[in-house]
């Protein structure tokens, strides 16, 4: 810090306050030590307010091995670091580091009172972008982005003296991670290029950011979005079959000390775990599908060394928060092959997984995360819960043929109720079918994808049906008058129609059109929870059911109250226990039970949700045609 006389004395004074109580007077500190204060205060000013702390506490006595200053900088001095920047209080001193969107005037080394944050100009970055890909178009983004991880090493010469310019220049280093803007505008290729090229030259800035002919063998560094651990490891016969830890964050390296050493020549290894915060979001569905990434961790040795290694290395992913369910893991590496970026298992698998880790062992050097696979894709299957789904599916098929052609061959029934029960019959036989025979055709990408789209249609378009007949009985229960003048109407029809297949068509289209990749998971031909997919679906549901249940309970009141005021068709039923019966099954039959839906995690809502949607077909058999006074043998 460059301070003025007065300021260091101010500091010094401050800083005594909380050293003083620390000191024994058994052994007569106190007195050495304001001896020294005094020859430090008389010496020439050196610009430094650092050297002054150092200086006043380098005391010679036995108890100044105990102490130890942590001063708070950046609260001692707001402004610091200055604008559009952020002072970071560390065990050795502080460090400084821009906002995201800006850079350092002084490239990688911070400057006090000289160095400011300017923000990044990638709209006017003229970088040079030589591109052996043709794909891969040139744009400011992905020159800029090139252009500072090809120079993140012309800075890095070994002359990093302290903890704190350490701490900078990872401050600096971890800028595209930071920095998510500059990535969301590029396409896959140019971003699988950049990612590559970023995480390979920060593996060789980390390393050279070391001197390698003197220090401390080890240097951990830890800010925001970057944790380094470079390790300095001299060749020893007695320490070849040993074990090393790396640790970077919340993530750990073991390695073999033997497979670090192929080369027994050398006199030395060098090697390093840098942990990513942040980088996972930049592989996105891109690159992962339906899949979540951990932390992205790199793990470089020194030049020279093969990266495929005799023993494996063991890499463990710290969890940041428990999974709920069930979640399938990967171990995972990135692969580019100058055109193309992937995350590939080869070479990789699970050593042990548990609730705080999960343990990847690896015979190569590279990049790795790990790919979760969330629970929807693995969920067990129950099998006599698929076989009670098979036998009822199949028991409603057959009610709604049966239902299907009774609609059609039977001309006494009225003509908006024959449409709205044709109708909805006819969508609930093609969506129980289609749900039937191709929900787990999951192998075939397109057609799956295809089966997921018409499964969404039908069934919302079951839905707007149930809908329609909750509407047209309701209307049926309180003014029956109205309903048969409707009825007269020829456009009636015409409009039923095309609110029953129109209003899923428009929902369908927009779902589609926004998010094409949605239609078709894993193991299931459904809808993807992915950016929220599914709720196209349960969304307008959620609305249908609520509508129908705020109908069916009108319904009941209506019957209730004014039961004997029913004029003279529905008076006909003159068992008022069926009358109870009938108003009781139009809950399943407009579908006011698929609430049962939305409580999946009990195995007895699963059990619940399975057999009583299944009945809907045969209550509109029953309901509609078998106990329908319009329906006879003499009268169809």
Known sequence: MNLKREQKWALLLWLLSLVL?????????EEEFFEKVAQCNSRPASGSGDGLVQCATNVSCQVSTQITLDVDECQLFPG??????KCTNTESGYYCSCHQDYLPSTGTKWIVNKTQCQEIQVKNFKGDCELSNPKNTSTPELCFLLNFSQGLNQNFDGSISSTQQLQQVVSVLATPVRTTSLWKNLTVEQKALAADTYLKNAEKAVLS???KSVGQPRTKVTTENLAVDVLRIPFNETLLDTTEVLEAGENKLEVEVRSLFEDKSKGFSMISLLSFSGMESIFNRNFLGNANLS???AVALDSGHPRNLSQPIKIYFSHKKHQRGHVQSFCVFWRFNGQVGSWSQEGCDIFNLDDNFTVCRCSHLSSFAVLMQMSESKKSEDPIL???NLILITTSLVCLTLAIVTFLFCRSIQKATKAIHLHLSLCLFVAHLLFLVGISRHSMKVLCSVIAGLLHYFYLACFVWMCLEGVQLFLLVRNLRVVKYSTRQGMRRRYLVLMGYGVPAVI??????????GYGMDQFCWLSKENGFHWSFLGPICFIITVNIILFISILWILRSKLGDL????????????????????CFIMGCTWILGFFQEFIVFEYLFIIVNALQGPFIFLVHCVLNHQISAWTC
């Open 386 to 388: 698929s076989l009670i």
């Open 209 to 211: 950011l070391v001197d």
């Open 508 to 517: 369908v289209a927009v779902a589609a059109g926004t998010f094409s990749k």
């Open 295 to 297: 932390q992205v961790v």
């Open 21 to 29: 109580p620390t000191f024994s007077k058994d052994h007569g500190c």
């Open 80 to 85: 610091l670091c200055g604008s559009n920047a």
């Open 567 to 586: 004029n003279t068709d529905v008076s006909k039923v003159k068992d008022k226990r069926m009358l109870t019966f009938k108003a009781a099954s139009h």
